[in-house]
């Protein structure tokens, strides 16, 4: 497995292990992918990773600004997501890391993640890379007709912004 940076020609297998997120119904509130202009729009221009098993996408990471304040342009929001077939074999975890190191590269000095409670890997996941259970949303938001909660996690850095 090689991380390295997520590219433009990467989003075939960026937006397909994001739409099988979408399907489990754990990840996200969206129901459908963006088209990579989208994608690209929302998303930070630098700590864009993916994972690779030689030229295939097998999992990705990337950050989206909290706010358009300048007070938190230090501040942003994880995403990281993995191919079915190779959740379990600590690659969110790798990506998760190498995220981080990213971003502190970058002068961030929080990371925050909304994650629905019952996705217990992802919350372990970011558990284990250092991120800490801040807060809990009742009924946030409804998908497919049904309200969910999410707990908020953060991630101070030790480093930046100390």
Not at 145 to 159: D, F, K, P, Q, Y
């Amino acid at each position: 497995m090689n991380i390295t940076v997520l590219l433009p020609e990467h989003w075939p297998g960026v937006s397909t292990i994001y739409e099988q997120g979408i399907a489990t119904g754990q990840a996200t509130f969206q129901t459908d992918s963006p088209t990579w202009e989208e994608w690209d729009a929302a998303h930070l221009t630098h700590s864009r990773l993916v994972a690779l098993e030689g030229d295939t996408v097998i999992g990705w990471a990337a950050l989206t600004p909290v706010s358009g304040r300048c007070v938190y342009a230090g501040v942003a929001e994880v995403s990281v997501y993995i191919a079915p077939g190779h959740r379990g074999q600590k690659v969110g975890q790798i990506l998760l890391r190498a995220l981080i190191a990213s971003s502190e590269q970058h002068e961030l000095w929080t990371l925050q993640s909304s994650i629905f409670p019952e996705n217990h890997a992802s919350v372990h996941i970011h558990e284990k890379c250092g991120f800490r259970l801040v807060g809990y949303r009742e009924k946030i938001g409804r998908q497919h007709g049904i309200w969910r909660n999410t707990v908020i996690l953060e991630r101070r850095s030790a480093i930046v912004g100390v």
